[in-house]
């Protein structure tokens, strides 16, 4: 399984970025497709699960974030993306895609994923 995170970058407050995660050796559909983020000297947190179609197949956001992100899913070319809207400074991260197959209770936590890509960093600057 590899999970190939990209799209991260250094932008202004305010600019806009979509994350991609492109799955390759699992099938993105059947697994709780999810983004988190840590930024430096900070635990892992979690941004964003698209739940796989046997759960619904449905978004879910951290509280705090609903509203300047969109997580969707392409089954088509088996990838997962981020769209990050209204960028702040303290959304400087390195961002993490996951796939997890714990029942959709646990699907917040890093503990219960899987597979993890190797993270794409984004620097907001003010």
């Known amino acids: 399984v590899q999970l190939q995170a990209s799209g991260g970058g250094l932008v202004q407050a305010g600019d806009s970025l979509r994350l991609s995660c492109a799955a390759s050796g699992l099938i993105v559909s059947r697994y709780h497709m999810g983004w988190f983020r840590q930024a430096p000297g900070r635990q892992r947190d979690f941004v964003a699960v698209?739940?796989?179609?046997?759960?619904?197949?449905?978004?879910y956001y951290a509280d705090s974030l609903k509203g300047r992100v969109t997580i969707s899913r392409d089954n088509a070319k088996n990838t997962v993306y981020l769209q990050m809207d209204n960028l702040r400074s303290e959304d400087t991260a390195v961002y993490y895609c996951a796939a997890s197959s714990v029942a959709l209770s646990g699907i917040r936590s890093a503990r219960n994923y899987n597979y993890w890509g190797q993270g794409t960093k984004v620097t907001v600057s003010s």
């Open positions: 698209f739940s796989r179609s046997g759960s619904g197949g449905n978004p």
